[in-house]
C-alpha cells in the first residue's frame, strides 16, 4: 500500500488501520506493507523524486503483485512510474478527489473506490432534524485536495433545497468561526469538509483541538468523515470507513477482479449525533449517540433543579408531586435508552448497575457470567483500539444468537462482556455457557473464530451487593490466566474476605494504601552513566511496595493491578511528588547537569490537571525543569494520540524531557517518534540480551541505534550486564548506559553515598 499522506495524518491512519483489519480477517496468510510519500508536507515532485530513490535504494516497501494506492498523490506516482513499482498485476485506489485522475487510472486498468455520495445523504440527515431551510456555514480549504472536496460539498448544498449556503470560510480558525457565526442568521449550523486538520497541518495539536474550543463556545460543528468525530466533530451521516476498507480489500483479492467495474462508489455509512439533540430524533433507531454520558449529567441536573422546585411549590400544591415522579420516569427511561455502547449495541455495564439498584430481586435471582477473549487485547496492542472494537463486532455476530433468548449481555469498555441469566431462566446456566465457549472454539472458517473464556457465578439472594459478584468474576478470570487458559469455563463463588486470592488480596491492600496515605511505597535509583569515563549523568527512580502483612510485592506484580484499579494517576503523583522533594532537598550534593527520569502512564499524562501539578512541584523544589524527563513506555495503548501529542507538547514548552521507554519491543514505535515530540529513547534491555545471542538480533540492534542518531534523539541502553556488552555499546556510539554491570537499582541514602558530595 502506497499512500499520499505522511504518517500520522488522521485520515490515512484510519483508512490504513481498518484496511489493515480487513487483511488480518483472511484466513490465507495475507500480509500487507505500507509505506508513505508524504507528498503532503513537501513539494510533490521533490516527494516524487526522493520515494524513486529509497525504491531503487530498497529502503521503502518492495514491489507486490498487488497494490493498493490512498489519495491523488499516491495514483499520480502509478501513472508516472509503475514500472518502479514493479508492475504491479492489480491496483485498487481509493480517497481519489481529482476526477481528472479517473480516466487515466482506468485506462490501466485501476479500479476505483470513491465515498461520493456520503456528504449528500449527511446534508439530508440534517435536514430531517433541523427546521428548513437551515443557513449553512461550511468550513472549507484551499489546499489541491481540501479544494475538491469542498467544492463537491457545495454542488450537494446547491441540490438540496432544505438547506441554503450561508458562507464558506476557504481560510479559517476559531476566532474567525465564532465572528462569523455570531454575524450569521438565526439557526445557521457549521459544518466541517476539511478545515485544515489534513494536510500539512494535520500533525499540529493546536489545531487538531480548534473544534473542541468551537464547542467550548456553544458551536457545534458537523462532519461526514470519521476521524473529524474524533476531532470532536457533533455527528452527520459518516462514511463507514471500515466498509471502505473491506470493499478495497475485496476488489483487490476477488476471483472476478477483471469483470468488476472500474468505479465503485460505497455509499455505506453510520448515523451519529451527539446526544444533546436526542429529542429530534423520537423514534429512530438507526442512530448511534455520541456523548451519551455528559448528556445524562446535563439531564440530571436539570432534573435536580425541577425537583426543588416542586419541593417548593408542593407546598402550594400537592399536585407538583406528579411531576416529580414523572421527571424520575423520564431521567429512567432516557438513562434505559441512552447507556447504550454506539460501536456495538449492546447496553453498557453501568445499564446492569442500574438495573441492580432498580429491580434487585431480578439481578440477584439469577446467574451472572464474564466472557473475555484475549486476543482481543493482543488485537488492540498490535493494530489500535478501533480495530480490536471492529473485530469484537465481528464476534458478537456469532456470540449473540446462541445465546438463549432471555439471557442479557452488556459490555465493558476492556473489550469483555458481562452476562445476566434470569433466575426463571429454562435449563442449566453453566452447561448451556460451557457448550456455548466449545461452539465458538470449534469455528466452521466462515469468520474469524476467538478462543472465549467464561466465569460464572450464581447469585445469593441474601447477597445484593453487584460489586462482590463482579470482584469474583474478574478474580476468577485473573486466575484462568494464570494458569494459562487451560480451562474455558471456571464457576466462582461471590467473593470471601476469607477465601481471597493474591490478586484480591493485594487489590484490597492497594485500596487501603491509597485510602489511608500510609508510607509503604518507597523508591529506589538506578544511576545511568557515561559510557566514555563512568561518570554519572542521571538516575532512574523505581518504585517499590513493603506491606506489613504481605512483605515485599514485586512491581510486576502490584502495577498491572494499580491499572486495573484506576490508580495510576494517584501512584504517579506520588512518585513525582516524593521524587522531586528529594531531588530538591539534594541538589546541592549532587553533580551539575544529572537528569532525573520519571515513569509516567499514559492516563496519568492525559490528564488536565497533571500539568498544574508538576509545574507546582518543580517550582516548590526550585529544581531545573530541563533536569526532569518523564518516560512513558512503548507497550502502552496508543489508540488516540491527539490528547497525548498536545499534553506532550505542553510539557516541552514547560522544558521537561520526554524519553519513550522500551523502544524497539513494540508495535508503534515509529508512528510516535513521527508524531511526539520526544527528546530520547530507552533501548529495551530484551533487544540487548538478544543481540548477545543471534547475529540478525545484533544487526537489528545497530540499526535501531543508527536511525535514532539519525533522528538526532538521546539514546539510553537498558540491561547491561557484561563489560563486552558495555564495550560493543560503546563502539555503537551510545553515550549513556544502564544495568547491573553499572549498578543495580539502590537506596536513595545509597546513591547518595556513592555519587554525591558532603
Keep these: 500500500m502506497l499512500a499520499s499522506y505522511h504518517q500520522g495524518n488522521p485520515w490515512t491512519d ?114 430531517e432534524l433541523f427546521d428548513t431551510p437551515f443557513p449553512l456555514l461550511v468550513l472549507g480549504d484551499r489546499t489541491s485536495v481540501g479544494r475538491n472536496l469542498t467544492e463537491s460539498m457545495l454542488e450537494a448544498i446547491d441540490s438540496e433545497e432544505r438547506v441554503a449556503l450561508h458562507e464558506v470560510l476557504w481560510e479559517w480558525d476559531p476566532e474567525r468561526v465564532v465572528e462569523a457565526y455570531r454575524a450569521a442568521p438565526s439557526g445557521t449550523r457549521v459544518y466541517l469538509v476539511e478545515g485544515q486538520t489534513m494536510g500539512a497541518s494535520d500533525i499540529d495539536a493546536e489545531r487538531r483541538a480548534w473544534l473542541n474550543q468551537l464547542e467550548a463556545q456553544g458551536i457545534a460543528t458537523f462532519c461526514h468523515l470519521p476521524y473529524q468525530i474524533a476531532l470532536g466533530c457533533a455527528g452527520g451521516a459518516v462514511l463507514d470507513i471500515e466498509r471502505v476498507a473491506q470493499l478495497v480489500v475485496d476488489t483487490l483479492l476477488s476471483h472476478a477482479h477483471d ?57 402550594l400544591l400537592m399536585s407538583s408531586l406528579s411531576v416529580l415522579a414523572w421527571l424520575r420516569w423520564r431521567m429512567l427511561r432516557q438513562r434505559q435508552r441512552l447507556l447504550v ?17 432498580a429491580k434487585p430481586e431480578r439481578v440477584f435471582g439469577g446467574w451472572l457470567f464474564l466472557l473475555k477473549a484475549p486476543q482481543l487485547q493482543d488485537f488492540r496492542q498490535r493494530l489500535g483500539h478501533e480495530a480490536a472494537w471492529s473485530l469484537m463486532r465481528e464476534q458478537l455476530l456469532l456470540i449473540r444468537p446462541r445465546l438463549p433468548e432471555a439471557w442479557q449481555l452488556y459490555i465493558n469498555p476492556d473489550l469483555t462482556l458481562v452476562g445476566h441469566v434470569g433466575g426463571d431462566a429454562a435449563g442449566n446456566p453453566e452447561a448451556q455457557l460451557d457448550a456455548l465457549l466449545a461452539t465458538l472454539a470449534a469455528g466452521d472458517g466462515e469468520q474469524r473464530r476467538l478462543e472465549w473464556y467464561g ?5 445469593q439472594p441474601r447477597l445484593k451487593n453487584l460489586p462482590s459478584y463482579l470482584a469474583a468474576l474478574e ?18 463463588a461471590p467473593y470471601d474476605e476469607s477465601r481471597g486470592s493474591r490478586y484480591r488480596e493485594l487489590s484490597d491492600a492497594l485500596r487501603e494504601v491509597f485510602d489511608a496515605n500510609t508510607e509503604q511505597f518507597y523508591l529506589l535509583i538506578q544511576p545511568q552513566l557515561d559510557t566514555r569515563d563512568g561518570r554519572l549523568v542521571g538516575g532512574e527512580l523505581l518504585i517499590r511496595w513493603r506491606h506489613p502483612r504481605l512483605g515485599e510485592v514485586m512491581p510486576n506484580e502490584f502495577l498491572p493491578i494499580i491499572d486495573a484499579l484506576g490508580l495510576n494517576a494517584a ?24 537528569v532525573l527520569a520519571i515513569n509516567i502512564t499514559l492516563s496519568t499524562l492525559g490528564r488536565d490537571d497533571f500539568l498544574e501539578q508538576l509545574g507546582n512541584a518543580i517550582e516548590a523544589q526550585g529544581v531545573e525543569a530541563s533536569l526532569i524527563e518523564l518516560e512513558i513506555t512503548e507497550h502502552a495503548i496508543f489508540h488516540d494520540l491527539g490528547d497525548i501529542e498536545r ?45 548477545g545471542q543471534h547475529g540478525r538480533a545484533l544487526d537489528a540492534y545497530s540499526a535501531l541505534v543508527g536511525f535514532c542518531q539519525t533522528l538526532r534523539l538521546g539514546i539510553v541502553a537498558e540491561g547491561v550486564e557484561t563489560q563486552e556488552e558495555a564495550q560493543w555499546l560503546m563502539s555503537l556510539g551510545i553515550e549513556v548506559v544502564q544495568g547491573y554491570y553499572f549498578a543495580r537499582p539502590m537506596p536513595l541514602d545509597t546513591f547518595l553515598e556513592c555519587y554525591g558530595s558532603v
Design 14 to 127: 484510519d483508512l490504513v488501520e481498518q484496511i489493515g483489519a480487513a487483511v488480518e480477517r483472511l484466513d490465507d496468510d495475507a500480509s500487507l506493507s505500507v509505506d508513505y510519500l508524504d507528498a503532503r508536507r513537501i513539494d510533490e515532485d521533490q516527494a516524487f523524486a526522493l520515494h524513486r530513490a529509497r525504491l531503487a535504494g530498497r529502503e521503502a516497501v518492495p514491489p507486490a503483485d498487488h497494490l493498493i494506492l490512498l489519495d491523488d498523490a499516491a495514483l499520480r506516482f502509478y501513472l508516472d512510474s509503475p514500472e518502479v513499482l514493479g508492475n504491479p498485476r492489480r491496483v485498487v485506489a481509493a480517497g481519489i478527489n481529482d476526477p481528472a485522475l479517473w480516466g487515466p487510472a482506468s485506462f490501466l486498468g485501476v479500479r476505483l473506490v470513491t465515498t461520493r455520495p456520503v456528504e449528500r445523504r449527511s446534508l439530508g440527515f440534517l435536514a
Design 259 to 315: 469483470q468488476l467495474p472500474m468505479i465503485q462508489e460505497v455509499g455505506s455509512h453510520r448515523y451519529l449525533l451527539d446526544a444533546r439533540w436526542r429529542e429530534l430524533a423520537t423514534g429512530r433507531d438507526d442512530i448511534e449517540w455520541l456523548n451519551v454520558e455528559r448528556y445524562i449529567s446535563e439531564r440530571s441536573s436539570l432534573s435536580r433543579q425541577m425537583q426543588w422546585l416542586a419541593i417548593a411549590l408542593s407546598v
Design 341 to 357: 455502547d454506539r460501536r456495538t449495541g449492546l447496553h453498557t455495564r453501568q445499564a446492569l448497575e442500574a438495573a441492580a439498584m
Design 455 to 459: 466465569c460464572l457465578v450464581m447469585c
Design 475 to 492: 478474580d476468577g478470570m485473573h486466575q484462568l490466566a494464570k494458569e494459562g487458559w487451560r480451562q474455558p469455563l471456571k464457576r466462582v
Design 571 to 594: 501512584l504517579d503523583r506520588w512518585v513525582m511528588e516524593h521524587g522531586l522533594a528529594w531531588w530538591g532537598a539534594q541538589r546541592e550534593r549532587l553533580p551539575d547537569g544529572i
Design 647 to 691: 499534553a506532550m507538547a505542553r510539557l516541552r514548552r514547560l522544558g521537561v524531557r520526554l524519553a519513550l521507554d522500551d523502544f524497539g519491543t513494540g508495535h508503534t514505535a515509529f508512528q510516535l517518534l513521527q508524531r511526539l515530540p520526544l527528546t530520547s529513547v530507552k533501548l529495551d534491555r530484551e533487544l540487548l540480551q538478544a543481540a
